[in-house]
């Protein structure tokens, strides 16, 4: 494999993890609002 392909596949790996961190993130703060406006209901 060539060295710039090497580079963009670690990139877009980095980026992947990034992104899958936000998703989590969101995820809980989703779950976390539909907990908090449960209880008020």
Excluded at 15 to 34: C, P, T, W
């Amino acid at each position: 494999m060539e060295s710039s392909n090497l580079y963009t596949i670690r990139a877009l790996e980095a980026e992947n993890a990034k992104l899958k961190k936000m998703f989590a993130d969101g995820s809980m703060q989703n779950v976390a609002l539909k907990d908090i406006l449960g209880q008020k209901l």
